[in-house]
């Protein structure tokens, strides 16, 4: 069974740093392009980040771009999501999902963590 | 970049079909596929249909998805609705940059 676990999640001060970890299990997670995407209290989703299987191609969202880093450890089965300058704008639920090989869609998505970006 | 359009709330009775409209505002829907999603309160979301109209496994077949080039826009159609279709769900596109678009949202309503 496919597993996304999310974690690392919780209140972090305007400018204040935070690392996602998403745990992966039940498939070979190192054939998989893996993403990130928010959800803002009450608001719709948005795309946050990918990285592609080998970690050779890495996208972001303008939002991000500059202040958030995507990475994966496959050995550890695991995606990362290191935000830096945090803004309360960035206060979401975050989700990592699971990429269909060669789609740029998703089929598995996690519980997602909850971020919180207040003084 | 485009932005992907969708209605803010339809609804309809139990045993009816809906259909939702996912319209693209700058370039050819028929560019890249697209994916709906379903998400009920409180729940991570789900997949119910990808590339255009194709159903996961477990998805019954009273979803399905359609893109129309004349209309720009991509359907997601629900047939004998059960109350258990009540949720939000989103379209999702991306663009030559691989930057992923999701439409803005839409809630049925099953009454």
């Known amino acids: 069974e496919v597993q996304l676990v999310e974690s690392g999640g919780g209140l972090v001060k305007p400018g204040g740093s935070l690392r996602l970890s998403c745990a992966a299990s039940?498939?070979?997670?190192?054939?998989?392009?893996m993403n990130w995407v928010r959800q803002a209290p009450g608001k719709g989703l948005e795309w946050v980040s990918s990285?592609?299987?080998?970690?050779?191609?890495?996208y972001y969202a303008d939002s991000v771009k500059g202040r958030f880093t995507i990475s994966r450890d496959n050995a550890r089965n695991s995606l990362y999501l290191q935000m830096n300058s945090l803004r309360a704008e960035d206060t979401a639920v975050y989700y990592c999902?699971?990429?269909?090989?060669?789609?740029?869609?998703?089929?598995?998505w996690g519980q997602g963590t909850l971020v919180t970006v207040s003084s | 970049n485009f932005m992907l359009t969708q209605p803010h709330s339809v609804s309809e009775s139990p045993g009816k079909t809906v259909t939702i409209s996912c319209t693209r505002s700058?370039?050819?829907?028929?560019?890249?596929?697209v994916q709906w999603y379903q998400q009920r309160p409180g729940s991570a979301p789900t997949t119910v249909i990808y590339?255009?109209?194709?159903?996961p496994s477990g998805v019954p077949d009273r979803f399905s998805g359609s893109i129309d080039s004349s209309s720009n826009s991509a359907s997601l159609t629900i047939s004998g609705l059960k109350t258990e279709d009540e949720a939000d769900y989103y379209c999702q596109s991306h663009d030559s940059s691989n930057q992923v678009v999701f439409g803005g949202g839409t809630k049925l309503t099953v009454l």
């Open positions: 590339e255009d109209n194709q159903r």
């Open positions: 700058s370039g050819s829907i028929a560019s890249n596929h």
């Open positions: 990285i592609t299987s080998r970690s050779d191609y890495i």
């Open positions: 999902a699971r990429e269909i090989h060669s789609t740029v869609s998703f089929d598995y």
């Open positions: 039940g498939f070979t997670f190192s054939t998989y392009s």
